[in-house]
């Protein structure tokens, strides 16, 4: 870097090693998970460690033009943290604080710890972090507050915005606010730190989360039920909603059942068309309850076979496959991964119409849901080296997503919009929702220079 580049005032203004320009390095940092082909190059990589450094890095971009992508774990599925050519790139990753207060059952954390770091954090003082993306032990929490990351359990326990109370956040101009605070009650003013909780980077740079605690997660009882067909098994799943919200009720359909078995060998169940897998936590005599109305759901709406287990082994056995549902589909080709969801009453007909779409365009799409608040995660295999089927593939994530609006639903439920999908956002919340998006993104962010081309 020559002396009298105006990045060496940044690389001088910051700690030795936190701006990176060598290319091998910047090379890894193109792509998030979502593997978009025209990620761009960043010019340079910072990874700060406080707020004070993101406030150097945000001011030395709008002093100088240049454009800044905040990336966490780079784990987003939406292409939310790609890079852009000329563009800084912000990692978080080393921004790794973390303080529980037990009086006010908080943690106040930074953004680069991961999910699983803080579940564990909170654990050893006899607490519980709930939000349990899939991706739990390689997400970062920056990246959970960015998208509003949901999981496993938000049918009973709701999504990370639930358990935000508080946001430090660097804006566009470096000034650095702080926004809520550990009170679990606050109505002083607008709730402006829920607008930055998933607003994926757009508004501003999050270097600071308080997060609200629960008790530790009661055990949990498993009921596992296999199907004839998925039909059979979304209409399972609101005859258990019409009456319950259990701890946990996820759907897997027959091709991710039997990538999940290719890639652990734990004995899933080949021939079922489809698998529901429930847990209650309740105490108890009414968990012993939640279970036998699960299990009557279940048989009533077809399940070849039934059974439930109280061994928390087995029962996270059961959990891990169906974590591990995303890496094993992923190793039928390339993915596409959708994140559609349509409230509950209608979920039989966007998991049928997902599967005329399969036959319609011809491609592999393998389901797994959030079924229980009607999240699904229909997952596009393909060759992208045949040009026919990259290009069906891509008809059909598109046509997946005007079904799920068509039936009052959302483009994504908890991996945001981020740039696969900004196309199809003013057909969900109409224009002028978009309108009303582009003047907050103007007020907070006017030269428009943080996180280009997502959402917007």
């Not at 090379?27 to 450094?53: C, K, N, W």
């Not at 009973?156 to 550990?182: F, I, M, N, S």
């Not at 365009?361 to 009607?374: C, F, K, R």
């Amino acid at each position: 870097m020559a002396p009298g580049s105006p990045l060496s005032d940044l690389i001088r203004a910051l700690p030795p090693g936190s701006v990176v320009t060598h290319a091998d390095t910047l090379a890894t940092y193109r792509q998030d998970r979502a593997l978009d082909p025209d990620a761009g190059t960043p010019l340079a990589l910072v990874r700060p460690t406080s707020t004070d450094e993101v406030q150097e890095t945000v001011r030395w971009c709008a002093a100088h033009g240049v454009k800044l992508v905040t990336r966490g774990a780079g784990t987003s599925l939406s292409g939310g943290s790609t890079a852009v050519d000329g563009a800084l790139m912000l990692s978080t990753e080393r921004m790794r604080a973390l303080h529980i207060d037990l009086p006010t059952r908080t943690a106040t954390v930074q953004p680069g710890l991961m999910n699983s770091e803080v579940k564990v954090a909170a654990a050893q003082h006899g607490l519980w972090y709930p939000p349990d993306p899939s991706s739990f032990e390689i997400c970062s929490i920056g990246g959970n507050v960015a998208t509003n990351a949901g999981g496993l359990c938000c049918v009973k326990y709701g999504v990370t915005g639930d358990y935000v109370l508080g946001l430090q956040v660097v804006l566009a101009d470096g000034r650095a606010v702080r926004l809520g605070g550990r009170q679990i009650k606050d109505s002083a003013g607008l709730s402006l730190t829920k607008l930055f909780v998933g607003s994926e980077g757009v508004l501003g740079v999050i270097t600071e989360i308080t997060l609200r605690l629960l008790p530790a997660q009661p055990p949990a009882s498993t009921v596992v039920g296999t199907f004839p067909s998925v039909s059979h098994a979304s209409r399972a799943v609101l005859a258990v909603t019409d009456r319950i919200r259990p701890a946990l009720l996820e759907f897997m359909d027959k091709v991710t059942l039997n990538a999940v078995e290719d890639h652990l060998r734990m004995g899933l169940p080949r021939e079922a068309e489809a698998l529901l897998l429930a847990q209650s936590d309740a105490p108890g005599a009414a968990g012993r309850a939640e279970v036998e109305l699960i299990q009557e759901a279940f048989t009533a709406h077809g399940a070849a076979e039934c059974f439930s287990t109280d061994d928390p082994v087995e029962g996270e056995a059961f959990a891990a496959a169906r974590r591990a549902a995303i890496p094993a589909v992923e190793k039928l080709g390339s993915l596409l991964l959708e994140d559609v969801g349509v409230p509950l009453p209608a979920l039989p007909d966007l998991i049928d119409g997902v599967a005329a779409i399969a036959a319609a365009e011809d491609v592999t799409i393998a389901v797994i849901a959030h079924a229980g608040d009607g999240n699904t995660h229909p997952l596009i295999a393909f060759d992208p080296t045949d040009a026919a089927q990259r290009e069906r593939a891509h008809r059909a994530f598109g046509q997946i997503m005007d079904l799920a609006i068509s039936l009052g639903g959302t483009i994504t439920g908890e991996h945001g919009v981020g740039r696969l999908k900004k196309a199809w956002l003013p057909d969900q919340v109409g224009s002028d929702v978009m309108q009303m998006t582009a003047a907050i993104k103007n007020a907070l962010d006017p030269d428009g220079l943080l996180n280009p081309g997502v959402m917007l």
